[in-house]
């Protein structure tokens, strides 16, 4: 079965930073496109940043700047990097990909999630 492992979420500071990863579970299994998605207490589930299997990027308003989403093809990788953290920063951080098999098959997963609580 196919995973999308995540790590690196916790507590930091307001102005902080953080560095989320997301890793396929597998050797035969490689990320295409992928985004990160966060999910505050009591608030819709809602997509932070996107990239393309062609690296290309997207952001939502209020990380832009502040957000880095790449990733190290390498070792089937996903990152978010999390700079000038704020509050409302704080949510349950979701990575989502589309994982593809060696065979070719076409995956849709889902990581576990991760707490980020930022403190002011």
């Known amino acids: 079965q196919v995973r999308l492992v995540e790590s690196g979420g916790g507590l930091a500071q307001a102005g902080g930073s953080l560095r989320l990863s997301c890793a396929v579970s597998?050797?035969?299994?490689?990320?295409?496109?992928a985004s990160w998605y966060r999910q505050a207490p009591g608030k819709p589930r809602e997509v932070v940043a996107s990239?393309?299997?062609?690296?290309?990027?997207n952001y939502t308003d209020s990380v832009k700047g502040r957000f880095t989403i790449s990733r190290d093809n390498a070792k089937n990788t996903l990152y978010l990097q999390m700079n000038s953290l704020k509050p409302e920063d704080t949510a349950v951080y979701y990575c989502n990909g589309v994982v593809l098999s060696y065979y070719g098959t076409r995956y849709n997963v889902w990581g576990q999630g991760t707490q980020v609580t930022v403190s002011s």
């Open positions: 990239i393309t299997s062609g690296s290309y990027t």
């Open positions: 597998g050797s035969r299994f490689s990320i295409s496109a």
